[in-house]
């Protein structure tokens, strides 16, 4: 039986099994997608003529604690990778360990960061060790699906825009290496912008680019680079992603469709980034920082061809219409798209103060020195990842608290349970109320998403992570609540005393309602009109988060985390509920901004 060659890239262009071969592909993240509809998003992307899924790895679900793997239920890897296959689709492999992605921390899990001397994405022992660990898991699982062993994975990329990052000039090698000797043996590239092209790569990889604009040269100076060898725009940026408090990106569909087809017409390949984003579930939103720390939203709709629901946007149409002509067969015709509800709005019934949660909680950890949250003895002492941590300590007296910027990110604060204000990286100097009385000085302090690109991935301890001061001089003795907002510890608050909300409402706090879905569920979009900031759970899922300052005014909630009857939903409220949970049929971006007029967009 003759040897299946795979994809090579020994030409101006591409070959799969020695014959002519391009490219037309698109991401689409499984994690970012409940699995029930990995079957719809891949059969839509077929029928818009894509014929090579794309898709990063992100490490940070795989291995949450160190050494616990999960590759199970909406993480089974190998189930999205043997679907594309059966769908008819070719699949490229980004499997970092750095993915960037919007993710938090790029997808690397933060327990790494409890080692002081870390240096992440080089090659330090702590790092590369931990990398070999996951790599074992990881590759075993997937070697067996590339092109040369029968399945669809034709190429792997090594790392992700390191020349953006580039610190160690022995990483790269060291991650094709990591990759090979793990039986990776089909196409191995590399993927950076233009200016990190000349420092992103590593011999023997073929280097791919990426950009939204057709501007400076940038195709020419890849082609210039790697003389008879295929182009590949490995992101052509469809939209962009959105933070808090901050316009929503759009990228106009025909500007869109006709950057794509002068690349086509000049023979390069292209994969679109996004096809279809998806939604960062859960506190999985990353963060941007070139000079100012800005949170990401848990929408990752990214103005892509098909919507944050899967629904068919211009762009899709405009797509189609050009990738049929690249086709010698018909593509297939999109299928229909899902029922959408409008459900009855919900009145909270119940609610629970987060002071009485506590009790729910872990038990607190005493320290004497302000303690990050990846450094409490929590998770089998790796540390807590995500949500908020609750400190307590005891002050004599009123006066100037100063968060020296220690704070990360934001921090509601109390004393005696009495909110005062708010510090984070803009406010960082409270006035106390006077008292002579020993009273309790609480600051409840969220993670609102850890920096997934730039230089300051190292530095991405959250919680409290210096000394806070009280009239110049630093707090200690702290009660540190983990109120990481997992699903153990919702279970637990579920089966304890709730109050009717003809009571006392008392913030933070729980708020408790029930949704009744009559015949098969469909998707919808949650609104929390008169909410300000909070976390939403639906039947124990966490729909991220919503904040009054936009540009997101909703949560996609998909149906198939919904079930006939009754269905459980909770919010985490920081400072002021609406009462009502309204549902909408489509989702409201807010106010937008053109991204093609944006210059951000062109240097990431």
Partial sequence: ??????LRAESCHFTLQG???RILGGSIHYFRVPRAYWRDRLLKMRACGINTLSTYVPWNLHEPEKGLFNFKDHLDLEAFICLAEELGLWVI??????ICAEWDLGGLPSWLLRDKDMKLRTTYSGFTSAVNSYFDKLMHRVARLQFSNGGPIIAVQVENEYGSYFKDDSYMKYIKEALMSRGITELLL???NREGLRCGGVDGVLKTINLQKLSYGAMQSLAEMQPEKPLLVMEYWSGWFDVWGE????YPAEEMTAVISELLERGASINLYMFHGGTSFGFMSGAVDLGIYKPQISSYDYDAPLSECGDYTLKYHLLRSLLTNYHSEPVPEPPPLQDRAVYEAVLVSQHMSLWDSLQYAEKPFKSEDPISMENLPVHNSNGQSYGYTLYETTILSGGSLNSRNNIRDRALVFVDRQFVGIL???TQELALPKGKDARTLSLLVENCGRVNYGEALDAQHKGLVGDILLNHTPLKRFAVHSMDMTPSFLNRSHSGKWNSMTESLVYPGFF??????????RDTFIKLPGWMKGVVFVNGNNLGRYWCIGPQKNLYLPGPWLKTGNNQITVFEEQRAGGTIVFAENPEHGRTIDVSRHPFCTII
């Fill in 512 to 521: 408790k309602g029930t949704l009744h879905v009559d015949g098969e569920p």
């Fill in 247 to 250: 316009p929503h990106h759009i």
């Fill in 1 to 6: 039986m003759a040897e299946r060659q795979g």
């Fill in 93 to 98: 492999l980004r499997p970092g360990p750095y």
């Fill in 424 to 426: 984070d990286y803009r």
């Fill in 190 to 192: 590399t993927s950076d």
């Fill in 19 to 21: 014959a002519p071969f």
